[in-house]
């Protein structure tokens, strides 16, 4: 559906110099998936974006949607777009902006009052539709960018930091509308710093770092081998330094009561677990440090210790 073959970009600096965004890069993104792209800062991932919606042109290599090139696909078919940084004229009414928006994406007229009552209700924006823009929350006003980027039907649905903003309840809720805009004719895209927002969301996800593909993670592939090496935390209310030390020789005692296991597969944590219990333990918790995407990260990149959000 979208290939980016080869593609790369480059500026000139005020001071003439030439700077590299993005070098050599070849993907490809399929009807059906949800994809995410992750990255830290500076790695690319908005130049990327601007190629793919003809904000810019490669400066070598092609990027295509559809075999069409993306100003001519996005003029003939549309796009739905949610920017990084959402920004509606802060005098416009809510009700007013999504009508505005709805007519620029070419909804018919007889069908805008009934599409902009459905993507308001979608994204909880009923009681704020006579507000004006400026009396929004920023997590409502990333509400109402989200409602303007569901207003047409588009079979390419391009999201940049979709959840920046939104509460934790918001942000769950957004998971529940990526999966209720699943179709297999139709690819989401969503380029998000979070990734454990991306881990839940996405089928696959590319990395990218110093404007280079580094790798792409199969997530539904990838959550049993990440299993089997990354370290975990336990947490015990009863139960003795040394039995957690028999149990997993090594463990790293980080505060009362709290360990570190690593180095062991999830099958050597669960034989553990059930001695540790046996052995009168009372065990209040065990998690992985790390998301299955957080690993991968960590790899592609060499991130520090705080990967969560690569802010």
């Given at each position: ?11 000139r ?34 130049t ?35 920017s ?13 902006a ?31 539709r006579?507000?004006?823009?400026r ?17 047409c ?9 979709p ?25 989401v ?11 839940r ?11 280079r ?10 959550q049993?081998d ?7 935390r ?6 003795a ?33 059930v ?37």
């Open positions: 559906m979208i290939q980016f073959s080869h593609a790369g970009k480059r500026y600096s005020l001071l003439g110099r030439e700077v590299r965004a993005l070098s050599d890069f070849s993907l490809e993104l399929h009807a059906g998936e949800v994809f995410g792209i992750a990255g830290p800062n500076g790695a690319g991932k908005s990327l974006i601007s190629l793919l919606l003809g904000f810019l042109a490669p400066s070598e290599g092609t990027v295509r949607i559809m075999d069409q090139e993306p100003r001519r696909y996005i003029e003939r078919h549309g796009i739905g777009y949610l990084e940084l959402v920004n509606i004229p802060p005098t416009w009414r809510t009700v007013d999504l009508r505005r928006y709805a007519l620029l994406a070419g909804v018919p007229t007889d069908a805008v009052t009934t599409r902009v009552n459905e993507v308001m209700a979608m994204l909880g924006l009923e009681e704020h006579a507000k004006r823009v009396q929004l929350s920023k997590g409502n006003l990333q509400r109402l960018g989200l409602a303007q980027a569901l207003l039907e588009e079979r390419v649905i391009v999201l940049d930091e959840t920046h903003g939104l509460d934790p309840v918001w942000t769950q809720r957004f998971r529940d509308v990526v999966e209720a805009l699943r179709r297999p004719d139709r690819l895209l969503i380029a998000s710093h979070n990734l454990d927002e991306l881990a969301l996405a089928d696959r996800v590319a990395i990218v770092d110093k404007g593909l580094q790798r792409v993670v199969d997530m539904r592939a990838t049993r990440v299993a089997d090496v990354t370290p975990y336990l947490v015990i209310a009863r139960g330094d040394d039995a957690v030390q028999r149990t997993f020789p090594g463990a790293r005692r980080i505060a009362e009561g709290e360990y570190e296991v690593g180095g062991l597969g999830i099958e050597a944590v669960n034989a553990g677990m001695s540790l219990i046996q052995s009168g333990a009372i065990v209040t918790a065990v998690y992985p440090l790390h998301s299955a995407l957080e690993q991968q990260f960590r790899e592609a990149v060499g991130a520090g210790d705080d990967v969560r959000e690569t802010r």
